[in-house]
């Protein structure tokens, strides 16, 4: 278990450049930010600051979307999710800290189209890991990384942010 | 008390939800806390989730009720889940088929959850006894034992409006005596940890050794509201005047009914609830009824919520415990 | 023509105050000798009752065994051999049979069923109105002269009291026993379950105590009026011992007994809605249990009787308010007996007494005894034999017992009816 701080601002900066970069390319002027609790809105806060978004992020917690209800029962404790926007016919930038299986983005999707129907959605991710199971991609990313299937990286937070891998 | 055994799984989990009676306060907070969840799925665009996508839900009421029966298949159509409505009035029941038989014939249809409603107390707990493994009962009222799910609703209501549980003084106004929201309401308060639970009503209209329920007893209803923080009148049904336990709903309203007089003995922002249907005139002010301290209607629209949490709770118990995946 | 010889037991006759080690000697049906050595006699059949209880077969002061009219319950068949394997050798059974025991006709067809069976012996109560409807007077004397020992309405009380009086008068002049089921029907309505703290958290509509005591009380002040003798049925309150206790003391020519499961199970036990322990009348609280208790031991209360009411299994498959009332009792009589007398409530001696002595003395028989020249109907006792209930090997045909998974001691070895062997166990 190691926790590798200085790279954190490091991928940041890269992420933000990216997408900076990214929006500029698709011609996106006001994206809304929507985060995937916990992590993704970590991430997604420190977008939003360092990208000047005023409008307010818009919070996504997935519990009732998961693919695993009839595993694992449902969790104890749910923040609700929470878009403080109508989403019809906007531009969605979901924000998330890990893309691994690609379950989590399948299920944000699907709830956020249970809100309205945006013009798009492009993903934004800090660390893209090996391991796809559906066949999902990040528009952007922060840092792409190698892992075997029994390794783990989680993100920490929210201050200061740092990752921890296992 | 071996009744809640058969409520909870070997985890601890809701299995059932037959009574609030013998549920720990973590778990009644649960069940508050994942109707938060859900109440924001009636403010969407498309008012449903996919919880319980696949799952079948059967309304079984042996006695008749529009508004239970139509917040229970609502909550469970938010949950995606499919919802058969079967009223089996209780005269055809008793033209020969048992409640055994009943059941037996409905098990066959493979339906995960029953949402049951009958006139007997300890139906429910009857039904979850000799249902098959794995199917999950509600007890959307048994007799004049329980009714579960309305009490919560109004545990929900309360702490929305007063949320510190600890320091409320409740007055439950009204027929207690024949009263199933009564009685679950008594055990949620009483888990929840309030200061009082408090009963308002004629002797003739309160069960033997109340108190043992751990309430105060009050006839007058001025000194039972002095100080009280939310009010829950119950409803007054025309029998008792005919079976001698009351002589008129004029009396009754003169005596026990809420008005504005009465209403200024309990503090100041205390808020009125009613788990309705509303007698106005015989047990609350048409008034008070409509005006600012009531929050009946608001009991109503939380009602689809805690519906929710109820159902997911339950049919989430059939899981198997695991590490959660990232 | 068998001449049997019980060796060696504990003979125990309260009747004739007895209790010590002997023989009993049998021949021809009658007993012959008691407690003596008897050297001449030459016994066909020697049974060995050493350091066995030998005792009066016991007489069962009130047992349902559904026949006529539900079949489908239990017969008289098989409820015999439930009760004789069990020590019980005359029965008592209450009018409330389809039809009902208002004509001869009924009373001498129960007794005849008896009969063919051959294994014990059934006293019929008669109606007391007809139809134990509480409005006609039924034929008593042609009742007594079709063998009927008394009469009863059963659980259907008689509301008109001018109706009430006169069926006492009545039943008076015709010498004939009152069995009073204590109820006031209107206090009771719906009720199920006793009026108290259990009723009121599982919602159960409630009886209250005054639904026994306002009907004791009301037929005590009856019977003063009427004179002739009366005797209360299956006392369930502290209240009703101490009303009938004064009854007895200003002279009324009353007695009362109790059911065996009112005086080991209480409300308490009705909790999660266990329908074994739907019974009528309910049971009552702790306190009420600890009065019958004592009742019984300073004889205020003169006997136990089992009530026993085998039911078939959808009658109490239901919602607890649905089940029909009753448990299936007749087999544990004996043992859960024997249970009070090792929680010190009752002496072996007086145990017996309330199961013998008594309940002939109530039903005007001359059974219950261990007299020589009385007929032989003797039972052997293993005191010590332990087991567990399970419903499913109950004999009888009822498996509706309250008492699954009770330990208790006490199993019948031999039972004699008649003189005649008429129940060995296997080991």
Not at chain 2, 34 to 62: D, Q
Not at chain 2, 277 to 290: F, H, K, L, S
Request: one cysteine or more; glycine letters at 6%; a negative charge.
């Amino acid at each position: 278990m190691s926790t590798e701080k200085h790279n954190i601002d490091q991928i940041l900066v890269d992420m933000q450049d990216r997408l900076c970069a990214f929006l500029d390319e698709s011609d996106i002027t006001e994206p809304l930010l929507i985060g995937i609790h916990t992590g993704g809105l970590w991430v997604a806060e420190h977008i939003r600051q360092t990208l000047g978004i005023n409008s307010p992020l818009g919070e996504l917690n997935i519990a009732f979307y998961r693919d695993d209800f009839s595993r694992i029962g449902i969790h104890p404790h749910v923040t609700p999710s929470s878009l403080p926007f109508d989403i019809e016919d906007r531009h969605i930038l979901l924000i998330d800290d890990v893309l691994h299986t690609g379950r989590t983005i399948r299920a944000a999707m699907n709830e956020i189209f249970d809100y309205g129907r945006p013009a798009s959605i492009s993903l934004a991710v800090l660390i893209d890991r090996s391991g796809r199971e559906l066949p999902i991609h990040a528009n952007v990313i922060g840092k792409r990384l190698e892992l075997k299937a029994t390794e783990h990286v989680k993100l920490l937070g929210p201050e200061p942010l740092a990752l921890e891998f296992k | 008390m071996t009744l809640n055994n058969i409520q909870l799984d070997n985890n601890g989990r809701l299995k059932h939800f037959l009574t609030t009676e013998g549920l720990s306060k973590n778990l009644l907070l649960d069940i508050l806390n994942h109707a938060e969840s859900f109440v924001s799925v009636g403010n969407r665009a498309v008012k449903k989730v996919p919880l319980l996508r696949g799952t079948t839900i059967v309304n079984l009421f042996f006695e008749p009720s529009t508004r239970t029966r139509t917040t229970f298949e609502l909550a469970a159509k938010r949950l995606s889940a499919d919802v058969l409505n079967i009223n089996i009035a209780q005269s055809s029941a008793s033209k020969g088929e048992s409640l055994q038989d009943t059941l037996q014939t409905l098990e066959a249809m493979h339906c995960d959850m029953f949402v049951v409603r009958h006139g007997s107390s300890g139906a429910a707990h009857f039904i979850a006894k000799n249902v098959s493994p794995g199917t999950r009962i509600i007890n959307a009222g048994d007799g004049n034992h329980a009714h579960p799910t309305q009490a919560m609703i109004d545990m929900f209501t309360i702490r929305r409006h007063k949320p510190d549980f600890s320091s409320l003084k409740i007055a439950i106004v009204g027929d207690i005596l024949h009263s199933r929201v009564a009685r679950s309401e008594i055990h949620a308060l009483t888990t929840l940890g309030v200061n009082e639970v408090r009963v308002i009503a004629p002797r003739t209209l309160l069960p033997a050794q109340v108190e043992t329920l751990g309430v105060h007893v009050f006839h007058d209803l001025g000194k039972g509201l002095e100080d009280v923080d939310v009010i829950i009148m119950l409803r007054l049904q025309r029998e008792r005047m005919r079976s001698a336990l009351l002589p008129s709903e004029l009396e009754y309203f003169y005596s026990y009914g809420l008005t504005e007089e009465k209403l200024r003995f309990a503090k100041d922002d205390a808020i009125v609830m009613h788990p309705g249907p509303i007698n106005r005139g015989v047990e609350i002010d048409t008034q008070i009824a409509d005006g600012k301290r009531s929050v009946i209607l608001q009991q109503v629209s939380h009602g689809i919520a805690i519906r929710m949490a109820v159902m997911a709770m339950c049919m989430g118990s059939l899981a198997e415990l695991s590490e959660e995946q990232s | 023509m068998k001449r049997l010889r019980i060796a060696n037991g504990r003979i125990i006759d309260p009747a004739n105050h007895t209790d010590e080690i002997g023989d009993i000697c049998v021949s021809n049906r009658k007993i012959v000798s008691v407690a003596d050595l008897a050297p001449d006699f030459k016994e066909d059949l020697k049974i060995d009752a050493s350091g066995k209880l030998v005792c009066p077969g016991l007489i069962d002061l009130c047992a349902r065994f559904r026949e006529p009219g539900q079949e489908h319950k239990a017969t008289i068949q098989s409820e015999s051999f439930a009760a004789i394997s069990s020590g019980i050798t005359s029965v008592c059974c209450p009018p409330d049979t389809h039809p009902v025991i208002d004509t001869a006709a009924v009373a001498e067809l129960i007794q005849q069923r008896a009969e063919s069976v051959d294994l014990l012996r059934i006293f019929p109560l008669g109606a007391l109105t007809h139809g134990l409807q509480g409005e006609h007077l039924s034929e008593m004397l042609a009742l007594k002269r079709a063998g009927c020992v008394g009469v009863s309405n059963a659980y259907c009380g008689i509301a008109n009291t001018d109706v009430l009086r006169h069926a006492l008068e009545y039943a008076h002049s015709c010498d004939m026993t009152v069995f009073i089921q204590a109820e006031d029907h209107f206090l009771s309505g719906n009720g199920i379950a006793h009026e108290g703290a259990i009723s009121t958290r599982l919602g159960l509509p409630p009886i209250p105590e005054t639904a026994e005591t306002v009907a004791v009380s009301q037929a005590l002040l009856l019977i003063e009026q009427s004179g002739g003798r009366a005797h209360f049925c299956r006392l369930s309150c502290a209240r009703s011992i101490a009303l009938i206790e004064d009854a007895k003391k200003s002279g009324l020519l009353v007695s009362a007994d109790v059911g065996i499961s009112h005086l080991h199970l209480t409300e308490m036990d009705v909790d999660a809605y266990n329908v074994d322990c739907h019974l009528h009348p309910p049971l009552r609280s702790q306190r009420d249990k600890e009065a019958l208790c004592q009742g019984l031991s300073s004889g205020k209360i003169d006997a136990i009787c089992s009530d026993h009411q085998p039911h078939d299994d959808d009658a109490k498959a239901s919602p607890f308010g649905e089940t029909e009332a009753g448990a299936s009792t007749i087999e544990l009589l004996l043992p859960l007996v024997l249970d009070l007398v090792r929680k010190n409530i009752l002496s072996l001696s007086d145990a017996i007494a309330c199961l013998t002595s008594k309940p002939a003395a109530i039903l005007g028989l001359n059974t219950g005894t261990l007299s020589p020249g009385s007929v032989a109907d003797i039972i052997v006792v293993d005191l010590d034999k332990h087991f567990t209930v399970e419903r499913t090997q109950l004999r009888s045909a009822g498996k509706n017992t309250p008492f699954h998974g009770w330990e208790l001691n006490g199993l019948v070895t031999q039972a004699l009816f008649r003189g005649r062997l008429v129940y060995q166990s296997k080991d």
